[in-house]
């Protein structure tokens, strides 16, 4: 079986941790602090039982057993408001999710738009959107004239509900594009 180091872990990695199953991770943090050595700090998800895990720490040169999770590309179709559905472009399979396995991905995704369904054995727990998306903010404070050299963020809203950090010059009714793993405002794309 493969293994990842704990210091190379990322948001979406996923390892069997202490025969208690596999887990996903959700947050993670690499510390250093003043004294002592470096560790990683990190919040898992059971990626069958969803229990939470926070504040886990790992010895950066620990060995993690990574677990067999099958990715596949889907389009998400729509949600009845319980239920959130996708389907498979090439053989039109239809798979459900709850809310708690697509909370996350739902803040950069609308219907229609790809994602990557993670599943184990069989059965699908997580969605992840592509890294890259391209939202149009919905609400904002006015864009400020000359404003373009700063550090100056604001906060907006985007079509899909998330808040975004932007610079001041980002107007309402503008498209921009976010890095989905950090949520970060990459650019402006247009109206």
Do not use: W
Request: with cysteine.
């Amino acid at each position: 079986m493969a293994s990842i180091l704990a210091g190379d872990i990322r948001k979406g990695s996923t390892f069997e941790y202490n025969g208690k199953g596999v887990y996903t991770v959700t947050e993670f943090q690499h510390v250093k602090p003043g004294k002592g050595a470096a560790f990683v700090r990190a919040t898992i998800k059971n990626v069958v039982t969803g229990q939470v895990l926070s504040d886990i720490t790992f010895n950066p040169t620990a060995k993690l057993e990574t677990a067999q999770v099958e990715t596949r590309k889907m389009s998400y179709s729509y949600t009845d408001g319980e239920f959130y559905y996708f389907m498979d472009p090439d053989t039109f399979d239809m798979i459900t999710l709850n809310l708690s396995q697509v909370e996350d991905a739902l803040k950069y995704i609308k219907e229609n738009d790809m994602v990557t369904v993670k599943s184990l054995n069989g059965s699908a727990f997580s969605v992840e959107p592509e890294n890259f998306v391209e939202l149009k903010i919905t609400e904002c404070e006015p864009g400020v004239k000359g404003n373009t050299a700063t550090n100056a963020m604001k906060n907006a809203v985007v079509e899909t509900g998330a808040t975004v950090q932007v610079p001041m010059f980002v107007e309402e009714g503008e498209i921009i594009r976010i890095d989905t793993r950090t949520g970060e405002y990459m650019s402006r794309v247009g109206k």
